[in-house]
């Protein structure tokens, strides 16, 4: 059975740090690329970042640009999103999701399972 489960996220004051991470089983994870996405309260659900099949390919939105990294770990079935210098504005439920292939893919359509979400708030 697929499944992609999120973890880390939680409170954290503006200007501080956190890694969310999405633990992958019932596939073949180094295959796919793999992307984070967010939707905050009252609005609609965006990309945040993807990572190809083996890590060499990277996107982020220019909202996230220089202080979010998304990594994974092939070996761990694990992939991971380190944000940094987080804003209010970054308040949302973060979501991992896999890509309906290899490469790395920006558009929700491209994408065919998904975790249940994992919530960060940024907050003082």
């Known amino acids: 059975q697929l499944q992609l489960v999120e973890s880390g996220g939680g409170l954290v004051q503006p200007g501080g740090s956190l890694r969310v991470s999405c633990a992958a089983s019932g596939f073949t994870f180094s295959s796919y690329a793999m992307g984070w996405f967010r939707q905050a309260p009252g609005k609609e659900r965006e990309i945040v970042a993807a990572i190809s099949w083996r890590g060499g390919i990277t996107y982020y939105a220019d909202s996230v640009k220089g202080r979010f990294t998304n990594s994974r770990d092939n070996d761990k079935n694990t ?6 210098t987080l804003n209010p504005a970054d ?34």
């Open 79 to 84: 992939v991971y999103l380190h944000m940094h």
């Open 91 to 124: 308040t949302a439920v973060y979501y991992c999701a896999r890509a309906d292939s290899s490469s790395v893919r920006r558009t929700m359509e491209e994408y065919d399972y998904w975790g249940p979400g994992t919530p960060v708030t940024v907050s003082s």
